[in-house]
């Protein structure tokens, strides 16, 4: 069994920081992308950040400059730095990964449980 846990979401105010944190475990073989995503209320999920495992990232254009994903594949980690926070930003932030049980297994979509952020004026 495979889960995602994320940490990290909260209240901050426009043009502050945070980072959100999420950790892959279970019976992990290997990881291929990892990435983050987030909805808003009445809206459709939308991918904010990916990172491969060759660690190229790509970023939505509403948060190039501003957002960071990274990942640490020793620790099945990946994080999501946010600076200059906008009240645009606030959503529901979830975690995904492309995930392995076995060798000569299939990459599975496995999601975190979801953390909210909300930044204020």
């Known amino acids: 069994q495979v889960q995602l846990v994320e940490f990290g979401g909260g209240l901050v105010q426009a043009g502050g920081s945070l980072r959100l944190s999420c950790a892959a475990s279970?019976?992990?073989?290997?990881?291929?992308?990892m990435g983050w995503y987030r909805q808003a209320p009445g809206k459709q999920r939308e991918l904010v950040a990916s990172?491969?495992?060759?660690?190229?990232?790509n970023y939505a254009d509403s948060v190039k400059g501003r957002f960071t994903i990274s990942r640490d594949n020793a620790k099945n980690m990946v994080y999501l730095r946010m600076n200059s926070l906008k009240p645009e930003d606030t959503a529901v932030y979830y975690c995904?990964?492309?995930?392995?049980?076995?060798?000569?297994?299939?990459?599975?979509?496995?999601w975190g449980q979801g953390t909210q952020v909300t930044v204020s004026e």
């Open positions: 990172i491969a495992s060759g660690s190229s990232t």
């Open positions: 995904n990964a492309q995930i392995a049980r076995y060798s000569g297994d299939y990459y599975s979509e496995y």
């Open positions: 279970g019976n992990i073989f290997s990881i291929n992308a």
